[in-house]
């Protein structure tokens, strides 16, 4: 397990399919695994029991404090920038998975297997960069 790290003011949606925007109970970070808490609001997801996961969870798009809206990917392609070497080295169609951190993203399922989506390649240059392809 290797947690995928990037800069959350890099992430960029690319082309989002399936979303839901709520209010975020917690301060939420772009690129952040979320869920729906009892009250309707997004707060971090999280792979370390089901509970921490929910019955679905989603992507966040952007960076929010509490009470403010925010729009949570579940179908579509994020450009997570700059992201961690771990990323970087993965293949191509790799999963990447929740994490057993609140929030988080990982390159190995968590305790629970929640796969977030898979490594596409996206062509704005002449070689190829590395997205994620959400379908959650």
Known sequence: MSAITFTASQVRVVEMTEQATAPAAVAITAGQTIKFDTTG?????????????????AVAIRSVAISEA????????????????????????????ASDTAGGLDTAAG????LVGTVVPGWANTTADKLLRVKL
């Open 41 to 57: 609001k997004w707060i971090l997801a999280d792979a370390s029991d089901i509970a921490g996961l929910g019955l679905r969870c």
């Open 70 to 97: 925010l729009t949570g990917m579940y179908q579509g392609v994020l450009d997570l920038g700059i992201a961690s070497t771990d990323f970087a080295a993965l293949a191509y169609d790799a999963g990447v998975y």
């Open 111 to 114: 305790t629970v297997s929640r």
